[in-house]
């Protein structure tokens, strides 16, 4: 699975968008990229995932680019709640099977 | 979405003893589940693979006879950490897939294991 990379901290003030970037260069054809969540001493919560074109669900939006190499997810009005780790995550299918955790960010939500 | 859950949430145990997390599937059959592991400030570590009726998967490093595995029903896998020393003390996690043509992993919430 392709590695990828993402800043290891960002802050957000309450109520405006975060946008968290994720590069994934070496992305292969058959690759989805995936975004979870960890808050505090919980388990991972999935967000979105993605094969080629945006996606938006209740929670977030996922922009990918046209080549693929980068992402951003977007949570478009931040709330306090939203402070957690978040995790981009490529894998091979849509079949998520093992899914390989990097450090993530570390978004603070502030008031 | 689907309800994956822990037990226990927390334990603690003294060294040289065996701790059982058992890892369920409420609301859906899983046929593989995964076990992962987490150190503070640390990302998840994956652990093993379990799959429904045969033997676990183990990631490069992780110790087959020291870690456990059991996946004897589509709901239940459990994770035994036998003979258990300060070192083994961790936040352990697993997920559960629901399989199908949309298949979508779900993470319990966690097990804090303290060995002293």
């Known amino acids: 699975d392709a590695k990828t990379t993402q800043p290891p901290s960002m802050d957000c003030a309450e109520g405006r968008a975060a946008n968290l970037p994720c590069n994934h260069s070496?992305?292969?054809?058959?690759?989805?990229v995936y975004w979870y969540r960890q808050i505090h001493s919980q388990g991972p919560q999935y967000i979105i995932h993605?094969?080629?074109n945006n996606e938006t669900n209740e929670m977030a939006s996922l922009i990918i680019t046209e080549d693929r190499k980068s992402s951003t997810l977007i949570l478009p009005h931040a709330t306090l709640r939203d402070t957690a780790v978040y995790y981009c995550?490529?894998?091979?299918?849509?079949?998520?099977?093992?899914?390989?955790f990097g450090q993530g960010t570390t978004l603070q939500v502030k008031p | 979405g689907a309800v994956v859950s822990q037990h226990p949430s927390r334990v603690i145990c003294k060294s040289g003893t065996s701790v059982k997390i058992e890892c369920r599937s409420l609301?859906?059959?899983?046929?593989?589940m995964f076990w992962y592991r987490q150190f503070p400030k640390k990302s998840l570590m994956l652990m093993a693979t379990?799959?429904?009726?045969?033997?676990?998967?183990?990631e490069q490093g992780v110790e087959k006879d020291k870690f456990l595995i059991n996946h004897a029903s589509l709901t239940l896998s459990t994770l035994t950490v036998t003979s258990a020393h300060p070192e083994d003390s961790s936040f352990y996690i697993c997920?559960?897939?629901?399989?199908?043509?949309?298949?979508?992993?779900?993470f319990g919430p966690g097990t804090r294991l303290t060995v002293l």
């Open positions: 609301d859906f059959q899983a046929t593989t």
């Open positions: 997920s559960a897939e629901t399989g199908g043509s949309y298949n979508e992993q779900f």
């Open positions: 993605g094969l080629k």
């Open positions: 070496t992305i292969s054809g058959n690759e989805y």
């Open positions: 995550i490529v894998t091979r299918s849509s079949n998520t099977g093992k899914l390989i």
């Open positions: 379990s799959n429904e009726g045969s033997k676990a998967t183990y």
